[in-house]
């Protein structure tokens, strides 16, 4: 099977690491891909919303398959595009079509589907320029902290826990009225705060069956013990010590199931990932985000955990053929470790030479934000390399991650050194 794989960051290259092994993969394509994914197949200098030249490529390689990493390209069409392309009606595509990436690409949309089929998740109500001053006093009596949303898509950042009224008041007017998060924040979901401990669960379906993939935690906050900005994840681990069968069962019975035939009783066709952010609150599961794609890092402990053929699976998603599939798991752990350029998540320098890539370690490294220049792999992100290792316990896996992150030098090279702190 030839396969076009969409992509550049760390989550496209573990991707690209898995699919590489499978003896179904003839050949793999990366568009646009990065300095790893190199290693791995052919990259090609595609943008992923470059609609008409994915096309061309497919048509000129004979591409069977194309498995979509972001979810930008998924919220804009690509699925129709494809499949309405002249010579591709036979394409096999992983990612689901508009409509259902509107689970990731609306906030409003997600919580409507979730009220719809009684699927648990945090009290809302959404507002824009239309009825703005009804969400002020709205504000200005619901109970602190309080969430703040941006509908659409906002690279991970649309989100604002606000701890006082006047700091809600004026994030909703940056949204709303300041237009920060552009287009994604006219329109705004106040939520309900939920305290608990997040987590996230991945699904790949084939619109009815389904398959559990690991969960994994991620770690947003850019400082040590989830202090200061949010970012797009500086590490994960998988499996998450307080995931029970009880809590395993909660999660599909309360949320996965009703999610899939949420879709079907909806009438949308659904292939591919469902990622579901979930926050524990004693004990009890809630739903905070959907994604239509799998996320980054947790793809980076997820997918090596795996040790099923994923083109196996990703195949049987595209043919509705899921039901007659197994899954199996390493019961290790794993935890990646994230390095970011100085400055990130604000401003940063790009182009800066890496060097000790080449080390033989006992550890994998996805790139997330790299090139190659003259020669020589250099930072091209905010966020650059997630480094994975494997263990018995979250605290030897972290310290085995932490090590290989010592001998990888760049310029201004930061990275969290407490990833898994609270189960170690």
């Given amino acids: 099977m030839r396969i076009l794989l969409l992509g550049s960051g760390g989550r496209e290259h573990a ?6 092994q499978s003896p179904l993969c003839t050949q793999l394509f990366i568009a646009p891909g990065n300095a790893g994914t190199l290693l791995l197949g052919t990259n090609c200098p595609i943008g992923v919303t470059d609609f008409e030249a994915i096309a061309a490529l497919c048509v000129a390689e004979q591409i069977d398959m194309v498995v979509v990493g972001p979810e930008e390209p998924l919220v ?3 699925r129709e595009f494809l499949t309405a392309y002249d010579g591709l009606g036979s394409l096999k595509i992983i990612g ?34 239309s009825n703005y001053e009804e969400g002020v006093a709205y504000l200005q009596q619901h109970p602190l902290p309080i969430v703040l ?29 300041e237009a920060r998060f552009g287009e994604a924040g006219k329109k705004v979901v106040v939520e309900q705060f ?12 084939d619109g009815k069956q389904y398959v559990l993939l690991p969960e994994a935690k991620d770690y947003k906050r850019i400082g040590e013990g989830d202090r200061g900005l949010n970012t797009g994840g500086m590490g994960a681990v998988s499996p998450v010590p307080f995931v029970d069968a009880a809590l395993w069962k909660k999660i599909e019975e309360r949320v996965v199931v009703p999610t899939i035939n949420g879709l079907q009783q909806d009438g949308i066709p659904y292939c591919g990932f469902v990622f ?19 996320g980054d890092p947790e793809t980076e402990v997820v997918i090596p955990r795996l040790t099923s053929d994923l083109v196996a699976l990703l195949d049987a998603a595209a043919s509705g053929t899921l039901s007659q599939t197994g899954l199996q798991i390493d019961p290790r752990t794993a935890c990646t470790v994230v390095a970011v ?14 060097a000790g890539l080449d080390q033989q370690q006992d550890a994998l490294i996805f790139h997330m934000g790299t090139a190659r220049k003259d020669g020589q792999v250099v930072t091209s992100g905010g966020r650059v390399l997630a480094v994975t290792s494997f263990a018995t316990s979250i605290a030897e896996a972290a310290a085995k991650s932490q090590r290989v992150q010592q001998q990888i030098q760049f310029k201004d090279k930061y990275w969290r050194t407490d990833i898994g702190y609270e189960f170690s």
Avoid at 98 to 113: C, I, N, R, T, V
Avoid at 194 to 205: A, D, Y
Avoid at 276 to 294: Q, T
Avoid at 341 to 354: D, F, L
């Fill in 341 to 354: 350029s100085g400055g990130y998540p604000e401003e940063y320098q790009k182009g800066h030479p890496i």
């Fill in 96 to 129: 689901p079509g508009k409509e259902g990436a509107q689970l990731e690409g609306s906030k409003a949309f997600a919580k409507a589907f979730m009220e719809r089929h009684a699927i648990p998740t945090a009290r809302y109500k959404e507002f824009s320029a």
């Fill in 76 to 78: 804009k069409g690509i």
């Fill in 15 to 20: 991707l690209a690491w898995k699919i590489s």
């Fill in 276 to 294: 579901i952010g979930f926050m524990i609150v004693a004990g009890e599961p809630f739903v905070i985000e959907y994604n239509c794609r799998m």
């Fill in 194 to 205: 939920l305290r608990g401990i997040e987590i996230s669960v991945f699904v790949l379906t």
């Fill in 149 to 177: 949303k941006a509908d659409g898509l906002a690279a991970g950042k649309g989100v604002l826990i606000c701890e006082t009224l006047s700091e809600a008041l004026q994030g909703f007017e940056a949204m709303i009225r």
